[in-house]
């Protein structure tokens, strides 16, 4: 997302996640973490919803999820500018009553991991016996945080708490579109 | 926890203690261990690679991602 000064940007990409986190729960809300404004040029941040806790989805699962959105504003050059946020990594996480992971997507190109592409966990709260599969790194595309919630809803039953979320969805997911700089495997991964 | 927004509507920056606390908080929640536990045996190279799923549970990736912010 870009903007004419890093708060902007950082505005920029902040409020269509808000918006379209605001249709699974109404009351969480993103947080920046210690040590950063958020949108100070130079340095990583974190963003995640609900202050890190877990949101709640309404569902007959108890279902939860967990996020985390790490990022740069960057300079950047042509309609891309002046300033824009670069995701360096992220992790969405659909979790059972347990806190047992069910389904995670992941990229974390420079947290220290192996698994430098992005890939989906099928956690162990799945609830099958299916051997070692929770030990997998199944590669993916680049997820949007959209299509996280959009399959929760369609496949899990999460219960949507706005009527306009489809339209939300399509909307927020659009800008992503338009915004990102990179899909499929990622720039860092081997 | 108060869940509430900002005051502003915009994010709320964390400060150390609080996010010392939220990483103390996932880290019994993933690995029932506290915080300072799970810094002690990370420094120990006991993890290894995080997200190495067939030695470690999915919580020590969590952590691992807000390392850089409790250090």
């Known amino acids: 997302m870009a903007g004419e000064n890093p708060h902007e940007a950082f505005d920029n990409f902040r409020q269509p996640l808000q918006r379209a986190l605001s249709c699974v729960n109404a009351d969480a809300h993103l947080w920046a973490l210690v040590g950063s404004n958020g949108y100070s040029p130079g340095q990583e941040h974190t963003l995640v919803p609900n202050r890190g806790e877990p949101v709640k989805l309404s569902s007959e699962r108890n279902l939860s999820l967990m996020s985390s959105f790490v990022y740069r504003v960057v300079e950047a050059e042509s309609e891309r500018g002046p300033w824009k946020v670069q995701t360096t990594a992220y992790r969405h996480a659909l979790e059972d009553g347990n806190a047992l992971e069910i389904i995670a997507y992941h990229w974390h190109p420079s947290q220290g991991s192996a698994y430098n592409f992005p890939h989906l966990h099928i956690g162990t709260g799945i609830g099958a016996s299916l051997s070692d599969v929770h030990k997998y790194h199944v590669p993916t595309g680049r997820i949007a945080f959209e299509d996280v919630l959009r399959f929760a809803i369609r496949d899990l039953d999460v219960q949507p708490v706005r009527d306009d979320w489809e339209e939300a969805f399509d909307e927020t997911r659009g800008r992503f579109e338009t915004w990102r700089t990179w899909s499929g495997s990622g720039p860092q991964s081997s | ?71």
């Open chain 2, 1 to 71: 926890m108060e869940q509430t927004a900002g005051t502003n509507g915009q994010p709320q920056e964390l400060s150390h203690e609080e996010s010392r606390e939220l990483f103390d908080r996932q880290a019994r929640r993933y690995l029932e261990m506290s915080g300072d536990e799970f810094i002690q045996r990370w420094d120990a190279g006991e993890y290894g690679d995080p997200d190495d799923r067939s030695r470690n549970l999915a919580g020590v990736m969590n952590l691992a991602m807000l390392l850089p912010y409790v250090r």
